[in-house]
Structures are given as C-alpha cells and as structure tokens.
C-alpha cells in the first residue's frame, strides 16, 4: 500500500461526506470563501504526510508539480485562515463526521458479523512532564506515566468505532459511555440496527456504569472479569447479595456469563484490541508523538482522530483491493 491509494480514497471519501451534507443549513458557513471540508481535505493531506501545515505550504511554493501530485484544488486557503478554522467547532464536527464515514463504509463491505463482539480499550500516550504542563499523572499496566490516554472501541478485525482522549489521571468511568454512544451510531448508520451479541474489556472497567451503558446502547452484555467477587459465606452475605441487586442488577445479571464455558473464547478476542494499539504506536502513524503544539487535550484530539481517519482509511483500501485488512505496515503517514 502506498500514499497514493490514500489520497485517492481520502479524496473520494471527503468529496462524499460533503455531498451527503449538500443544503442542510448546519453546515453552511456565512462569509467563508472557503468550506470546512476544503480546510478538512487539506489538514488530512498534511497528516498523511506527516508534516505541520507550515511545512506544507512551503512545498507548495517550491514544487510546482506538487499540487497536481496529491490532487489538491487549483486554489488553497491561506496558511493563517488555516490554523483559525481548523479550532473552530464546525471543524472538529466534519473531522468527526469522516471518521464515522470511513468506519460505517468498511462495516459494510465486511458484513454485520464484523461487529457481533465489539472490545474498548484505554491506551497510554507518554509525554515529557518537563515540557508538557497539560498533561496529567495516570497509571497504567506499565507503572505511573505522564501524558494522556486515548480510549478506543473496535471491532473484531479492528475497525475503529470510537474513541475518545483525556487527561492521564482520567479512568475508565469518565469514557466507557462516550466510547459505546460513538460505537452504536457508526453501526447504526453501517446497518440499520445493532447486531452487537458481546462487548468485551478488561477489569477497570468493571462496574456497574459499564454494564447499564452497554444495554442502553448496544444491548448487549458485557464481558469483563471481575475486578472483585463477592463471597456467599461471608456473615453479611445476605445484606452483600441485596444491595448488588438493587444497586449493579446489570453487572449482576452479566457477571453470571463469565462464568460459562464459551465466554473465556469470545474474551480472547480483546487482543485485536491490544494489536491495534500497536499497530497505532509502532507503524508510521505514530499516534504516541506528540508535537509541541499539539499539547493539551483539546488541541491533541484533532491529531489523534485525524490518524484515526488515516487508519481507517487504510482498512478500506485493504478491502477494496482484497488485501489482509492489518497489512498496513507500507503506509506512510
């Protein structure tokens, strides 16, 4: 796979978005001379390449045939209007409304059977304490970091539903809601309606807001081991069982399929999760870096989703083509 077949697929992609929102007032802009999906199409080509928007222009101005190359339009926004509409609101909406597109095209080319177990993750992002007063403290499997964890929902091949990005002291609670909303409107708007059968994760996410947002999303139980178990022959069993009753019913009625024979199975599907995480971090996404003025959560989110697009992307252009759906390991970014 190469960058070509990126933006060809990223031209195509974007084009299709902005046509499906053609007329609806929420997307017209008052004196603009310029759209948000044509600021959008160029903050992707400047992520896809790996460069800042300042290194980009500067191109432009020195290669001629640059512009023809990445099939860019004959006129460009300039670099100051740029970086003022790309923290605009309008803005993080179409970034968001093509991340949903791309994932939505490749559930569709796989089949409903692609979302029937559905894995969320939180994955550390490390920055420099020294450098980065955004951040925050957080731990992981790996001990303290400071930095930022990016919260993901996949499906079983690894297409990314959703995701979400906060603080580094920021737990699994204040994002499993978020992360299952995103989940059901991309599978939704993929088929119609939610053939989701498990959600699976690990044990910080046991409790019962996970399980009570799982059945009102997806309707689907959850899969996640439990992070404490409650003993039958304690001297207050009987007042332990009722407050579970009255205050978890959902993880109640749930914690009962870990116990099944098959659930140890479909529980060994997280590790798709666990080998996009890597793929995120080790190939040429880089999602792990952060530049210096990216720093913060509300500007870092934009980079983050913009790689997600990316990744997503290149998922389509391995369907397409008929490929392993993970080979993605020639991509440039």
Request: charged share 25%.
């Amino acid at each position: 796979m190469g960058p070509t077949e990126l933006e060809k697929i990223l031209s195509k992609m974007v084009l299709e978005v902005a046509r499906k929102h053609r007329g609806d007032p929420q997307w017209q802009e008052t004196r603009t001379a310029y759209s948000v999906w044509h600021v959008l199409r160029i903050f992707l080509q400047c992520v896809l390449e790996g460069v800042c928007p300042g290194i980009f222009y500067q191109r432009l101005e020195i290669l001629r045939e640059y512009r023809q190359i990445h099939r860019l339009p004959n006129r460009l926004i300039s670099l100051s209007q740029l970086k003022k509409r790309m923290r605009t609101l309008m803005f993080q909406r179409a970034l968001l409304e093509v991340f949903q597109h791309g994932a939505a095209r490749a559930l569709r080319r796989m089949g409903p059977e692609e979302v029937r177990v559905v894995a969320m993750d939180l994955t550390k992002l490390q920055s420099d304490p020294d450098r980065d007063r955004y951040g925050a403290w957080g731990k992981s499997t790996g001990g303290l970091f400071w930095g930022y964890k990016l919260g993901l929902i996949v499906s079983e091949q690894g297409v990314i539903l959703g995701m979400t990005l906060t603080k580094g002291n920021w737990g699994e609670f204040n994002v499993n809601r978020r992360l299952l909303r995103m989940a059901r409107e991309v599978i939704q708007t993929s088929f119609g309606e939610l053939p989701v059968e498990y959600v699976v994760c690990d044990a910080g996410f046991d409790g019962e807001s996970t399980f009570k947002a799982a059945h009102q999303n997806l309707q689907a139980p959850v899969l996640c081991p439990p992070r404490r178990k409650r003993n039958p022959k304690v001297k207050t069993a009987r007042n332990v069982l009722w407050n579970a009753r009255s205050r978890s019913p959902h993880r109640l009625r749930d914690e009962a399929l870990w116990e099944a024979p098959e659930a140890r199975e479909i529980f060994n599907k997280r590790s798709g999760i666990e080998r996009v995480n890597g793929q995120l971090k080790d190939t040429a996404i880089r999602i792990q870096e952060i530049p210096p003025r990216r720093r913060g959560v509300r500007r870092l989110w934009p980079l983050c989703l913009a790689k997600l697009v990316i990744y997503n992307l290149a998922l389509n252009v391995n369907i397409d083509q008929g490929r392993n759906i993970r080979g993605i390991k020639a991509l440039v970014a």
